[in-house]
């Protein structure tokens, strides 16, 4: 954590798009997200998830295989089609990073109001949190060299390793918390999801009104980028989830999960690695606006799962 | 009664009579164990989300102490005066009954989720003085108090005892998350401030003296029962009828309890006679330390508690069992530090014990008794012979026999009314002399249950007398065809009734929760046909979304029929 710190905290005084209070602010709501979300689990949650993986395995498929692609996609056929890769680069490595960073823990929240599978949401969370340390970077390496980025943003994937690794710190820390005060770990637990769903708020109280300008010369398609990301991947993975008969419950869950990405990580990941580059609000752009539009999508995906049949299919055992 | 042969098989060393106490009272074996486990955890109260509270042995005859010299002193009740109790499994919980125990006044505990009609009903057939009843829901006061005696009202929050900053917070989630915390119009005391103020007159002397000339026989609770045949009434049962109840079921499984390290899951509501008895009284009797949760629906609110503690010993009926076996995470990974577990309530379907059996890895076995027996009658011995489907032999100092109609024992293994006698059973019903001298004769309490025993003195419940189903003159236990349409997999829960049927009387139908793909009504048929006679097999299977239940999970089936009847005579009326 302190580690994390650190790095989170060099060169913060170029930041023109966040400064230095909201990153100090962003440090504080990541850590207590994390934080809460290792405070709800116990070892046993992971000794449970190896022995049925297939939930694990899907969503782990869904997160790192189908969400970064669909970034790809996006930037292939829409981003790149309306100006050259060259002037949108670092807003295609924003989305890159956006699709890359594991599921946010508002997902869990959203499964909640739309009757899903909250202990599989929960364990799929973590699980890709998990899996960041490696997968992120990786996914991004892939991506980042397919689209002949790299050479034009040096990343330090090492790096990025050590920042995803640092934030999933706090995780580890809640758990011990949780085993040495049941207490402490529940109201840790519920602080933490209310902090994931304040920072909505908290973007569009700091962020936006000082963003409005460069919301207002952003051009369309990077909206059609960002609100396309968590839309294309909630029904990708919702398809393919009833394509392979799972219980709709668990569909619906792999589906917001798999579409809700971790927003706050997102950004603070590239607070992180690229404060130095004078070009970093253009990195953030998707992000930030991700973070905003993901609201929007998933309530609307949520009041339409809410529609299903849902006394009837309580009753479907859980394969998952 | 001259058959005993159950007397053979109580487990070596288990005397089949109750040995003798000095226990005169339900607060002499509080005051005996608050001493004897002081500093041990007593209760520790498990919320859905892993939030806790704890009290120790005692905490718990402190604060009792100061109760019930708030209602004595403060309130100016007399002894034998009756206070109305209603609220979920809660830290209060012990500290109230306990409390009015200790004052020599009669606990009449109540269902928190009571209409204000039924409520109206029990406070003023049980004429209660007092009240104490959770704030949430405290609502429906104003249009109950004015019809009753009540003239004062304590509220206790679901979070007393609690560490303050995690009260706090779930004050917080009840206020703005949940809303259930309705604003209270009436005149009332907070449960803290009844206790500060029982605290300044309190001296451990003078509590003891609120007893003078309390013994066995004085009425310690009117415990309402009966709602599943029409009105309710209050079974009356005193110190010695639940003294001794805790004192029996303890000598039948006392090898299975160590004192003073036994941890027990408490799922079903204190205020219900099974959970009042053995866990209330019969675990805090061995210094266990009773995991109470105050709302076991979902089974998911199990969860924490079962990961955050570890549980020895549960009580529970079918419905939670079977719960529990379905939850992913229970089966999965079932508590390690699990001895035994009790079932009681209604019958425990033999599918559901055995699964129970091959997850755990321990035994359950199943007891038998009445709110009428304060209420343990029989119970399998874990350290002997238990049968599954069986509700075992008679608790020490305790007669069973199966009678006729003319009241004369039947042969064994002949089905007859279930009737008892032993120091458990009420002193009969308040108010009712009638209801009393048709329930209780000479001692022996008729049950109303048609039960047989077999040649080992193990009885079977075959059913509920009124539940029974007469179809063409033949008789059709509910609870065997059940037990049949229980196995077949994808069923859930059923719950079978007679119909009115005008060709044989009655016809058996049978109402089934299944999961998905839910089995077809052809596959239960062909299922019972192979296991029971062509009359028993049902002529009408309906699939619903749930069965009505009561409290503590029981399917009340009173309320199948009386749906049945009333949506065949709308379509009559159509």
């Known amino acids: 954590m302190g580690e994390s710190l650190i790095i989170l905290a060099e060169g913060a005084n170029q930041a023109t798009v966040v400064n230095e209070l909201e990153q100090t602010l962003l440090r504080v709501f990541i850590l207590i997200i994390m934080f809460g979300l290792g405070a709800g689990l116990t070892p046993k949650d992971f000794s449970l998830a190896v022995r049925r993986p297939w939930g694990l395995i899907i969503g782990w498929v869904t997160q790192f295989g189908i969400m970064p692609f669909v970034a790809y996609i996006l930037i292939v056929t829409v981003l790149f089609q309306f100006s050259p890769p060259q002037e949108v680069g670092l807003i295609a490595l924003g989305a890159l990073i956006m699709g890359s960073v594991p599921a946010g823990t508002t997902s869990n929240l959203f499964t909640y109001f739309s009757k899903g599978n909250l202990a599989l949401s929960l364990t799929m969370t973590v699980n890709s949190t998990l899996w960041a340390f490696v997968m992120t970077p990786l996914v991004l390496f892939f991506y980042a060299n397919l689209l002949d980025l790299g050479e034009s943003v040096a990343i330090e994937f090492s790096e990025l390793a050590i920042v995803i690794l640092g934030l999933i710190v706090p995780v580890g820390l809640g758990m011990l918390v949780r085993r040495f005060s049941a207490n402490a770990g529940a109201v840790l637990e519920l602080v933490g999801g209310v902090f994931g769903v304040l920072f909505i708020p908290f973007l569009i109280a700091i962020w936006v009104p000082r963003n409005w300008q460069l919301l207002l010369s952003t051009e369309w398609p990077t909206y059609a980028v960002a609100i396309g990301l968590g839309l294309v991947g909630i029904f990708a993975a919702y398809g393919i989830a009833r394509l392979i008969r799972l219980h709709p419950m668990n569909a619906r869950t792999i589906a917001l999960e798999t579409g809700i990405q971790n927003g706050p990580l997102a950004i603070a990941v590239i607070v992180a690695v690229f404060i130095d580059n004078p070009r970093v609000d253009e990195i953030l752009l998707i992000p930030a606006l991700y973070s905003l539009f993901i609201v929007i999508i998933s309530t609307l995906v949520t009041l339409w799962f809410r529609r299903a049949n849902v006394a009837e299919e309580q009753k479907i055992p859980n394969l998952l | ?574």
């Open chain 2, 1 to 574: 009664m001259t058959q005993r042969p159950w007397l053979d098989h109580y487990p070596a060393g288990i005397d089949p009579v109750l040995a003798e106490t000095t226990l005169a009272h339900v607060p002499a074996l509080v005051r005996r164990a608050s001493a004897e486990y002081a500093k041990t955890l007593a209760f520790t109260q498990v919320m859905a989300n892993g939030m806790n509270g704890s009290l120790k042995y005692r905490d718990v005859d402190a604060h009792s102490d100061s109760f019930a010299a708030y209602l004595r002193e403060v309130v100016g009740l007399k002894q034998g005066d009756r206070v109305a109790v209603q609220m979920p499994n809660a830290l209060a919980y012990p500290i109230v009954a306990f409390g009015v125990m200790k004052a020599g006044l009669v606990l009449v505990n109540t269902n928190p989720l009571y209409t204000p009609s039924e409520m109206i009903h029990q406070f003023k057939d049980s004429g209660a003085k007092a009240l104490v009843v959770i704030d949430m829901f405290a609502d429906r006061l104003p249009e109950v108090l004015r019809e009753t005696d009540i003239g004062t009202v304590v509220t206790v929050r679901i979070s007393e005892f609690f560490p303050p900053i995690v009260a706090g917070v779930i004050r917080l989630v009840q206020k703005w998350w949940s809303k259930t915390l309705p604003r209270i119009t009436v005149e009332h005391t907070s449960f803290r401030s009844a206790l500060s103020a029982g605290e300044k007159h309190r001296t451990v002397a003078q509590v003891d003296a609120y007893l003078d000339g309390v013994g066995p026989d004085s009425l310690a609770a009117l415990q309402y029962t009966g709602g599943t045949t029409g009105v309710s009434k209050g079974a009356m049962l005193s110190h010695g009828n639940l003294v001794a109840n805790t004192l029996q079921l303890l000598q039948m499984n006392g090898e299975y309890i160590t004192p003073g390290k036994e941890t027990a899951l408490t799922a079903l509501p204190l205020y219900h006679i099974f959970a009042f008895t053995v866990n209330l009284l019969g675990f805090y009797h061995v210094g266990a330390r009773n995991i109470l949760i105050p709302s076991p629906r979902p089974p998911s609110n199990l969860k924490r508690a079962f990961e955050n503690y570890k549980i020895t010993w549960t009580t529970g009926v079918n419905t939670l069992f079977n719960a529990l076996l379905n939850e992913r995470w229970f089966a999965e990974s079932p508590p390690k530090h699990l001895k035994a577990s009790a079932a009681g309530g209604m019958a425990l379907h033999e599918s559901v014990a055995n699964k129970w059996r091959e997850v755990t890895g321990t035994p359950i076995v199943e007891g038998y008794g009445l709110t009428e027996s304060s209420p343990v009658l029989s119970f399998n011995p874990l350290g002997g012979m238990f049968k599954d489907g069986s509700i075992g032999i008679p608790v020490p100092s305790t007669e069973i026999a199966c009678v006729d109609e003319k009241g004369k024992e039947v042969a064994v293994g002949e089905p007859g009314e279930l009737i008892a006698k032993g120091p458990q059973i009420m002193q009969g019903y308040w108010q009712q002399p009638d209801e009393t001298k048709n329930t209780v004769k000479d001692g022996w309490l008729y049950t109303g249950d048609i039960a047989q025993m077999d040649s080992d003195g193990y009885f079977t419940i075959v059913d509920r007398k009124k539940d029974m189903i007469l179809v063409s003159g033949f008789n059709v236990y509910p609870n065997d065809v059940e037990e049949q349409i229980a196995a077949v997999p994808g069923v859930l829960e059923v719950g079978v009734i007679g119909i009115a049927d005008e060709k044989s009387g009655e016809a058996v139908r049978a109402y089934v929760v299944a999961s998905v793909p839910a089995p077809s009504a052809e596959s239960i048929t062909a299922h019972c046909r192979q296991y029971l006679s062509g009359y028993k097999v049902p002529q009408s299977i309906v699939f619903v979304d749930e069965l009505p239940k009561s409290p503590i999970g029981k399917i009340l089936r009173r309320e199948l029929r009386d749906s049945a009847a009333a949506s065949s005579s709308s379509t009559k009326g159509a």
